[in-house]
């Protein structure tokens, strides 16, 4: 790679998400040459993709370019890569673009969709992990709405007008209620000889009850206000197949659809050459130390969704979410410097900031540590959160117009086929 000679330590850090981009910009005055390598060249704020796809945001509005947002850095590269190989032993990674070394290298490549090895769904389900994903999605609703509206088949039209979501977690039940929302809002005024009531909305969840990460109390609440958008859920429901037009559910059970979202677990997204210890299969995810060193190496870290870390107040390791991501980034920046200056390494301790889901206009749920509430008042605090985690003045600006605009008007103003759709074969 085009990288000049240094006397500096090397840090290569793999991903710009949350754990990569907080570490990155913790290391503005270390005397290191870091390096960082993503297959994007923006970080993406994936807890506002389901806008992306149901027309509320544009996506330049949740993604901000990694250069930029590094630009104070001196001693900083980016490469827009995707590493395919670590090889601990020469301190070298292989690239698509070539091999660079390393001193002490940083993984932080996150999570990808778990299919559980169903090829059939992997084959024609719809994932939102990235921008161009939900891009997809955005297209295809709109795409089939157009041709919901064309068509006489009745059958055809309530296949093109289900939307079938499996997983209800906080992408699930967030990406169902902004979809009622269409509904109820948006649909009727742009399609106005559609009968919108052949619009269904359903939402399956393997386990006993929604948002199965949040308490009984978000869970129960998150149910309400799904009933009242009129979302169809369906618990303790597996769905075992989906061939591109029928959704099969595990008791043999079918429904048609053209429209068929998958947001039902993660698995990390790891790299090939680290040793099988170092990896806990059945989650795809690093095995770290409390350092976030991985196991069996002293110069290699595994930082956010792809780390596994075990401790007593988290026996089966910290939350796949932006906060333990952004900590764990924050605590590294500060234990690299520590290894430089030959000091001690600082253990990594999570402080839990609870956790949040909106359901709609309205409508949120809200879990602190102490403190369980839903409704207006977890609408706005999640609301501001979020418009506060946002990278960039110009996108906290957008989002907050576009919200306000949706709000008062009951509207969703990014509703373009821009880049049509075309459904796998």
Not at 85 to 108: M, Q, R, W
Not at 124 to 147: D, G
Not at 361 to 381: C, S
Not at 384 to 395: E, K, P, T
């Amino acid at each position: 790679m085009n990288l000049p000679n240094t006397n500096q330590k090397r840090i290569v850090v793999i991903g710009g998400g949350f754990a990569g981009i907080s570490l990155v910009k913790k290391l503005k005055d270390l005397d290191a040459q870091i390096v960082m390598i993503d297959r994007h060249n923006y970080h993406t704020f994936q807890p506002l993709l389901y806008q992306v796809s149901t027309s509320g945001l544009e996506p330049d509005s949740i993604a901000y370019p990694i250069r930029k947002i590094l630009k104070e850095l001196n001693n900083f590269y980016f490469r827009l890569a995707e590493v395919q190989h670590i090889d601990p032993v020469k301190k070298e990674i292989t690239t698509a673009i070539g091999i660079l070394s390393f001193d002490y290298l940083v993984i932080a490549t996150g999570t990808k969709t778990n299919y559980f090895n169903n090829e059939n769904i992997a084959k024609n389900a719809m994932p939102m992990k990235t921008v161009p994903q939900a891009l997809n999605i955005r297209s295809l609703i709109l795409q089939n709405f157009e041709k919901a509206d064309d068509t006489l088949e009745v059958s055809e039209r309530k296949a093109l007008l289900n939307f079938c979501i499996v997983g209800a977690g906080p992408t699930g039940v967030e990406l169902a209620g902004a979809l009622a929302e269409l509904k109820q809002n948006v649909f009727p005024k742009d399609y106005k000889h559609l009968d919108i009531q052949e619009m269904q909305i359903h939402l399956f969840e393997g386990g006993p009850r929604v948002l199965p990460p949040m308490s009984e109390t978000a869970s129960k609440k998150a149910t309400e206000f799904l009933d009242k958008l009129g979302v169809q859920i369906h618990l303790n429901t597996i769905v075992s197949d989906f061939d591109g037009k029928t959704v099969t559910l595990k008791d043999g059970k079918t429904l048609e659809t053209k429209n068929f979202i998958w947001s039902a677990g993660v698995t990390g997204a790891s790299i090939k050459g680290l040793t099988e210890d170092s990896l806990v299969a059945r989650l795809n995810r690093y095995k770290v130390n409390t350092f976030n060193q991985v196991a069996g190496f002293e110069n290699i870290f595994a930082i956010g969704d792809i780390a596994y870390m075990e401790t007593v107040d988290f026996p089966k390791g910290h939350p796949q979410v932006a906060q333990p991501a952004i900590q764990q980034g924050e605590n590294l920046a500060k234990n690299l410097k520590n290894l430089l200056a030959n000091k001690p390494l600082k253990a990594f301790i999570y402080s839990d900031k609870g956790t949040m889901a909106t359901v709609g206009r309205n409508k949120a749920v809200v879990d602190l540590k102490k403190l369980k509430f839903g409704g207006f008042l977890a609408w706005f605090i999640w609301m501001f959160v979020h418009l506060m985690a946002l990278v960039g003045f110009r996108n906290r600006v957008i989002v907050f117009f576009n919200w306000a605009y949706n709000y008062i008007n009951y509207d969703k103003a990014a509703r373009l086929i821009v880049r049509p759709y075309t459904t796998k074969d």
